[in-house]
């Protein structure tokens, strides 16, 4: 019996395991094949690669997209994780009835669809004439609760000596945050960074509704229209799919257990 | 003084939240207000006219709406699938047996790293009449003439059940697979000596123990699964025929691909928000009745 699971889980595992990357492993591939191998199913790397990318060049301007995703995803992270954090650090540190309230309040918001306010945001980033800028992507997820509870899930395990400490040597209440907690919490700031840039870049449903120009199109909105062609270069196309993929696919190498940890840290319970 | 110090740190708390609170407020509240009514509104662009809740009316005789909450229902079939894969991984990655556990997560977890997009365009190509899944299914003999996935509508249903179930198992055994850890040794060496066995131990203590992870994960699926847009945009454009159109796709066609009707497609999307508020709010009042007990 022992024996028999012994041989018998890894091998399930392996197996199972592998169907979970095999479309991964099968993009990458494929972004080096011509359509016609793809289509009668080789599975090695072939050297259709150059091809592929000069067609994908001539299809649509992969580097305007490719900018406009960094962009606002960089900027998308970077604000995110400063009103967030300045947030849910304030929400723990200086918490009195009142603002514990107005946390339970914030909450109420998770229960709102993007789509419900979809429109009436679209209405409303379109009569300040922000549609197609960087400014409409970000604002709406600009203050995550999910990175507040998370923030304030850190901040209450940071120690209430140090803040008495920097506060007898004379630094003001924002110095502490910015000297003080960002450093200690640079951990928290990791997950949080690769959640939200992640979030960003991968973001389709908001930004399909106020990213309309050639020019402000990102890279998940460039692969939607590839797709809507009449003609489908699958090499093309799934070359424009791995290189959409690498950006995150590197950030989840290099940082998977961060990631594991910012997306289950602020449920702790 | 120690009063005036103890109100300015107040005074400085408020302001560090400010700026957070002043967004949620603008960019959710406000807007789920304003949803409500434009929901109230009938017209093109900026010519609507107040129509009371005739919109609301209008849902209930809406053939279209009714088969994307149809399609909607199939695609809950993927929250016991993927929840209980997860659960199974999560209790093989935590197994004494399992030699390299990480190397297993990372390949389970690799598919978040994907954007919905990325992966719906994947799973298009691959179960495309010429794709790979039919070639493979000509080249063994399985089915000499292929199978037209996108053409018939449970199969194209099934193809979007596989893309979520394999999208999402990794992220879900995530959460699992630590709330196990987290759960302390001794309970099961307690159990053992009182003479529980394997499964007994499994049913009486892990799984009672996992039940508010379970419960938030349930509460996360269910939300993201009544949303669901990229893959039904990008997997199967919602056809053949609305076979697989999700809500919030139909609400983005009514509002942004066919002529605009804001009005109409807000009340949607506002039905939409009552029933995940209810949802979870009862999902929610579950979890906690149960943790009396």
Redesign the interface.
């Known amino acids: 019996m022992?024996k028999c699971?012994?041989v018998l889980?890894?091998l399930i595992?392996?197996l199972t395991?592998?169907?979970?990357?095999f479309?991964?492993f099968?993009?990458f591939v494929?972004a080096t094949n011509d359509t016609a191998g793809?289509?009668?199913?080789k599975l090695t790397f072939g050297t259709a690669l150059p091809t592929n990318f000069e067609n994908l060049m001539k299809a649509k301007n992969i580097w305007t997209a490719m900018f406009n995703s960094l962009r606002n995803a960089a900027l998308q992270t970077v604000l995110s994780l400063f009103?967030?954090s300045?947030?849910g650090?304030?929400?723990e540190?200086?918490?009195?009835r009142h603002?514990d309230a107005?946390m339970n309040v914030?909450l109420l918001?998770m229960?709102?669809?993007?789509?419900?306010?979809?429109?009436?945001?679209?209405?409303?980033f379109s009569s300040w004439g922000l549609l197609n800028t960087w400014i409409a992507f970000v604002?709406?997820?600009?203050?995550s609760?999910f990175l507040?509870m998370l923030f304030r899930q850190s901040a209450r395990s940071f120690p209430g000596e140090v803040i008495q400490a920097a506060r007898v040597d004379g630094l003001g209440?924002?110095g502490i945050?910015i000297r003080m907690f960002v450093p200690i919490m640079a951990p928290t700031y990791v997950a949080a960074l690769t959640i939200t840039f992640?979030n960003a870049?991968?973001s389709?449903?908001w930004p399909?509704?106020v990213m309309l120009s050639n020019e402000s199109t990102t890279?998940?909105l460039l692969?939607?229209n590839?797709?809507s062609g009449y003609t489908q270069d699958?090499g093309m196309?799934?070359l424009a799919?791995a290189i959409?993929?690498l950006p995150?696919?590197l950030?989840?190498a290099f940082l998977?257990k961060s990631?594991?940890s910012g997306?289950?840290g602020a449920?702790k319970? | 003084m120690k009063l005036t110090y103890a109100k300015r740190?107040?005074l400085?708390?408020?302001?560090?939240?400010a700026?957070?609170?002043v967004?949620?407020f603008i960019?959710?509240?406000s807007?789920?207000i304003?949803?409500f009514g434009?929901s109230l509104q009938t017209g093109m662009g900026n010519n609507m006219k107040w129509t009371g809740f005739s919109n609301y009316l209008r849902i209930l005789k809406d053939p279209t709406f009714q088969t994307t909450v149809g399609n909607t229902l199939v695609y809950l079939l993927q929250i016991p699938v993927m929840l209980g894969l997860a659960l199974l991984y999560a209790q093989?990655l935590n197994?004494v047996?399992?030699?390299c556990p990480g190397?297993?997560r990372?390949?389970?977890?690799?598919?978040?790293?994907?954007?919905?997009?990325?992966?719906s365009?994947?799973?298009?190509?691959?179960f495309a009449s010429?794709?790979?899944i039919n070639?493979?299914l000509r080249?063994t003999g399985l089915n000499q003439n292929g199978i037209n996935f996108f053409g018939g509508a449970w199969t194209s249903r099934m193809v979007i059940l596989i893309a979520l179930v394999?999208r999402w198992?990794?992220?879900n055994m995530?959460?699992l697979s630590?709330a196990m850890q987290s759960i302390d040794p001794a309970i099961y060496e307690a159990a053992t000596i009182d003479g529980a066995s394997g499964f007994q131990r499994y049913f009486r203590v892990t799984l009672p123990l996992l039940r508010?992870t379970l419960v938030?994960l349930c509460i996360m699926t269910l939300?993201g699964t009544?949303?669901l847009?990229?893959e039904s945009?990008?997997l199967t454009n919602g056809g053949p025929a609305n076979a697989t159109l999700s809500?919030?796709h139909y609400?983005?066609n009514l509002?942004?691909k066919y002529t605009p009707n804001?009005g109409y497609?807000?009340a949607l999307?506002?039905v939409?928000?009552i029933v995940?508020?209810i949802l979870?709010?009862l999902q929610m009042k579950v979890g906690d009745k149960r943790d009396e007990m």
Not at chain 2, 12 to 17: D, M, P, S, T
Not at chain 2, 121 to 126: G, Q
């Open positions: 022992t699971k012994k889980l890894p595992m392996l395991s592998l169907l979970f990357i479309p991964i099968w993009m494929s793809i289509v009668m199913g009103i967030s300045l947030a650090y304030g929400f540190v200086f918490h009195d603002k107005l914030l918001s229960l709102i669809p993007q789509i419900t306010t979809a429109i009436p945001l679209f209405k409303m604002l709406p997820g600009i203050a609760v507040i209440e924002f945050f992640m870049w991968n389709y449903l399909s509704i890279m998940p692969l939607a590839l797709m699958y196309i799934l799919v959409c993929t995150t696919l950030i989840f998977q990631f594991a997306i289950t449920v319970m | 740190l107040n400085v708390g408020w302001l560090f939240i700026p957070a609170v967004m949620i960019m959710s509240f807007a789920i304003q949803a434009i093989a197994n047996h399992l030699r190397l297993y990372v390949m389970i977890f690799l598919p978040c790293a994907m954007a919905s997009v990325s992966y365009l994947v799973f298009r190509i691959l010429d794709g790979l070639t493979v080249f394999w198992t990794g992220y995530v959460f630590a508010p938030l939300s009544i949303q847009f990229d945009v990008n809500i919030s609400i983005y509002a942004f804001f497609a807000t999307s506002f939409v928000f995940i508020a979870t709010l």
